[in-house]
């Protein structure tokens, strides 16, 4: 009779230790799942980790915003270099990369995660081709080379707004090659072999990422000879250039 006590004591105990092991388990997964880099994160700031903070950080770097390590951590560092790029492109400086700043950045995927969290529909891709994209390039490599990164995108940027205006050509090469719109292929610099940073402008641009925020013009007031472009209102200005609707 107390043997068989005892024997069920040390079962109730066994289980117990069990229970407590399996709580303990499942927390400790939970707490690893909601840092792995495969999931991404709507909201990023200060303590999150993960590939999504590394691409934040990557894309940072490249545009002189960032200069610490690419490790994927979100540190009071990163959350300088996130502000000092909201400061730089007329938002709100809170180190927080949400939906717009995310879509300055041309992170797309994960302004459209908020935008899904949020009820909207996120924005189908585009449909444009290989030769669309070399084409790009070359204009944005012929009109801006000198042009800081962000100002090469937002270049390539204003031809597809152009594109998918009805007042324009529905094509890019209808936009680039329009009677009299682009400089360099009246002085014949749209031949010229674009490079890979044009490249990775053109492939940014048809990402999404607009830092003119929605213009169909732009020009340098140092050069420009037409009155008519002074009259277009002027949302922003990147480098030389003046982005206008």
């Known amino acids: 009779m107390k043997k068989a006590l005892r024997i069920g004591v040390l079962s109730i105990a066994a289980a117990a230790v069990c229970t407590v092991g399996a709580v303990f388990n499942m927390e400790h997964t939970s707490e690893e799942g909601a840092f792995s880099p495969f999931v991404q994160t709507a909201v990023l700031r200060q303590g999150a980790s993960g590939?999504?903070?590394?691409?934040?950080?990557?894309?940072?770097?490249?545009?002189?915003?960032?200069?610490?390590?690419?490790?994927?951590?979100?540190?009071?560092?990163?959350?300088?270099?996130?502000?000092?790029?909201?400061?730089?492109?007329?938002?709100?400086?809170?180190?927080?990369?949400?939906?717009?700043?995310?879509e300055a950045?041309?992170?797309?995927?994960?302004?459209k995660v908020l935008d899904g969290q949020n009820g909207k529909k996120p924005s189908s891709s585009s449909n444009y081709t290989s030769s669309d994209l070399y084409l790009l390039a070359k204009c944005i490599y012929a009109e801006a080379r000198g042009e800081s990164y962000t100002g090469q995108v937002a270049v390539g940027a204003v031809i597809l707004n152009r594109v998918k205006s009805s007042?324009?050509?529905?094509?890019?090469?209808?936009?680039?090659?329009?009677?009299?719109?682009?400089?360099?292929?009246?002085?014949?610099?749209?031949?010229?072999?674009?490079?890979?940073?044009a490249m990775n402008a053109a492939q940014d641009a048809m990402n999404g990422w607009d830092p003119s925020y929605?213009?169909?013009?732009?020009?340098?007031?140092?050069?420009?000879?037409?009155?008519?472009?002074?009259?277009?209102?002027?949302?922003?200005?990147?480098?030389?250039?003046?982005?206008?609707i």
């Open 105 to 111: 950045l041309g992170m797309m995927d994960s302004a």
């Open 214 to 244: 929605g213009c169909l013009y732009y020009y340098n007031p140092a050069v420009a000879t037409s009155a008519w472009i002074f009259s277009r209102k002027t949302v922003t200005t990147i480098g030389k250039h003046v982005f206008a």
């Open 51 to 102: 590939g999504e903070v590394k691409e934040l950080q990557r894309r940072l770097k490249m545009w002189g915003y960032y200069k610490g390590a690419v490790d994927g951590v979100y540190g009071k560092q990163t959350v300088e270099a996130v502000k000092y790029f909201q400061r730089k492109n007329g938002l709100t400086a809170d180190g927080i990369a949400g939906k717009s700043t995310f």
């Open 167 to 197: 007042s324009f050509p529905n094509t890019v090469a209808g936009v680039i090659y329009q009677k009299d719109a682009f400089t360099a292929v009246s002085d014949g610099q749209i031949n010229l072999e674009p490079n890979q940073t």
